[in-house]
């Protein structure tokens, strides 16, 4: 993944996680800097990323080291608090002014047809990984000799482990498969933050795909909500990556 950083209402990025960390510890970017996930346009606090946890310690322990230091010295705390420098203040100045943006972006959920779009270039992926799995196999038992049954079992397991493994790390990693990226779409946590899908939760959900996604067209249009039963069981909603205004 990676993030873009807005400053002074300047954007900076995108920038890879191990980059953003270095920032947060060099005090560059602090708990209320506004970052959000480039493939998204929905902007939150730097403290909202659960992996900068370890770097804000640091920088907290930096900037704790460096005002004991500054305080030894010149004998004031309030002195010693502007050893800040002034882009940080600069920030905490203009986070001021965005308290009365009245228009809040929030992830807008795909629509039925959409995922259904989105579906048949997934399906089509899979379905040629079944003709891969089924032409090795022939191939195999031609070669070898072994037992049609045997054939027709190990190529429905081939294609199953190549198909989970098609989602899950797609999914995993960049919160998109093929027909999701092609339809502008992707998988993130449920709720207005918009949380990334961590590896896990990936293969869980990509396991339901394959088991019950059949039923994922029906689900939705009954449950009204814009999310399959899916969704609901891994906590995941597929949002459009251009977010919405709030009411």
Not at 127 to 134: A, C, G, K, P, W
Not at 205 to 210: E, G, K, N, V
Request: charged share 20%.
């Amino acid at each position: 993944m990676q993030y873009i950083v807005k400053i002074n209402d300047k954007e900076y990025g995108p920038v890879t996680e191990d980059v953003l960390h270095g920032w947060v510890e060099d005090g560059r970017v602090l708990f209320d800097t506004q970052v959000r996930n480039s493939m998204m346009r929905v902007w939150k606090n730097a403290a909202e990323f659960p992996f900068l946890g370890t770097a804000f310690e640091k920088q907290s322990k930096k900037f704790s080291e460096g005002v004991n230091a500054y305080v030894s010295h010149v004998g004031s705390v309030t002195q010693a608090i502007k050893i800040r420098s002034p882009l940080i203040m600069e920030e905490k100045k203009d986070q001021k002014k965005s308290f009365g943006f009245k228009n809040r972006l929030f992830p807008d959920r795909a629509m039925v047809s959409l995922r259904f779009k989105a579906g048949m270039i997934d399906l089509s992926v899979i379905v040629l990984i079944f003709i891969l799995s089924f032409i090795f196999w022939t191939y195999f038992v031609s070669r070898h000799g072994v037992s049609p049954n045997f054939a027709a079992y190990a190529s429905f397991v081939l294609w199953f482990s190549l198909s989970l493994l098609y989602f899950a790390v797609s999914i995993g990693v960049f919160a998109q498969t093929l027909g999701m990226w092609y339809h502008g779409v992707m998988l993130v946590r449920n709720g207005d933050g918009a949380e990334e899908v961590y590896l896990l939760r990936a293969y869980i959900y990509a396991l339901l795909i394959l088991i019950i996604g059949i039923f994922s067209p029906l689900f939705n249009f009954i449950g009204g909500k814009k999310r399959s039963l899916h969704d609901f069981l891994t906590d995941t909603q597929v949002v459009k990556i251009a977010a919405k205004k709030s009411e």
